[in-house]
């Protein structure tokens, strides 16, 4: 697989030092600071002066956020009006930018150039890269103060206590429904739109997402790769096996924020959130009666084949 990782791309102005990642140019720059610019010899030295001195003049009237560049900033101007001119021609998904819509396509060519250097897993995109690398450095250990769980990254962290506040700041704009994680509601709108982009060679059945795909082909394989480190069972997930592992511990992160009653899983929690709400989702075809839950209306229609 070809990789850009060892080339050095990115080359101070004033010293003419390469480095092969933005942020460690960035960084160096500092040692700079107390020289004078040199005189920029680019075509457009407006631009690069500007990029040299932090100066960003160009300022969003909504939202004050400020750039470099007038072009980034209509490009950012982009998320505010929900514009995405830039369709995928392989599956009708729009972006806002064409960086953003070129970053897509290597979904489709499975195309991973970001590779780490200790393990060798890649990555689609650099800030992926930059978050796994944190997994490799035990010195930054993030605790959750709620209930102690450690993570590599602070925003992990952040996006795990969202668990335990309910804060669900991503909302679907077709049915309001809202979610903790933004990569969770990008899934949800797939139910809106119908698309099943990812399809098993075996069985033929489509999925909404790869993870969804790569879980189902193991059971075909008869693959259970995660295992309970205290009673050895296997699961075909990983969150299945994080679900069953709260069978030993005991932990219940998910709290009805009504009756403050504690579930393991948010799905235990949503189907307990009926009670309160009354909702009946379940219909007998028969006689038309409603139930809560699926199972009692599969005890319900045992009632009516006894009838026969």
Request: glycine letters at 2%; aromatic letters at 8%; proline letters at 2%.
């Amino acid at each position: 697989m070809s990789t850009n990782v060892d080339k050095k791309s990115y080359i101070c102005d004033i010293c003419e030092k390469s480095f092969a990642l933005i942020c460690n140019l960035k960084i160096h720059l500092f040692t700079h600071k107390d020289e004078k610019l040199r005189v920029c010899e680019r075509s457009d030295q407006k631009k690069h002066v500007r990029i040299q001195t932090g100066e960003k003049p160009f300022v969003c009237n909504l939202c004050n956020k400020s750039f470099t560049l007038n072009s980034n900033l209509k490009r950012h101007f982009l998320t505010h009006t929900g514009e995405k001119r830039y369709a995928c021609v392989m599956c009708s998904k729009s972006f806002t930018s064409k960086c953003n819509l070129n970053r897509h396509m290597r979904i489709h060519r499975n195309e991973k150039p970001y590779v780490c250097q200790i393990c060798n897993l890649s990555y689609v995109q650099k800030c992926n890269l930059d978050r796994h690398m944190n997994v490799h450095n035990s010195q930054k250990r993030h605790e959750c103060d709620t209930c102690s769980k450690t993570f590599a990254t602070k925003d992990y962290l952040r996006n795990h206590y969202r668990i335990h506040s309910g804060e669900k700041p991503h909302v679907c704009d077709v049915c309001c429904k809202s979610f903790i994680h933004r990569s969770d509601l990008s899934r949800h709108m797939n139910i809106h739109s119908g698309e099943k982009t990812y399809t098993c060679e075996i069985c033929s059945k489509s999925f909404l997402t790869k993870s969804s795909l790569l879980c189902h082909t193991r059971i075909h394989a008869g693959d259970k790769p995660h295992v309970c480190d205290k009673c050895n069972k296997a699961f075909l997930s990983k969150t299945d096996l994080n679900l069953h592992i709260r069978r030993h511990t005991g932990e219940k992160p998910y709290k009805c924020i009504i009756c403050s009653k504690c579930f393991s899983s948010k799905v235990y929690l949503n189907l307990h959130m009926r009670t309160h709400s009354g909702e009946k989702p379940y219909v007998c075809d028969m006689c038309g009666k409603a139930f809560g839950w699926k199972c009692s209306l599969n005890a319900h229609l045992r009632l009516h084949s006894n009838e026969k």
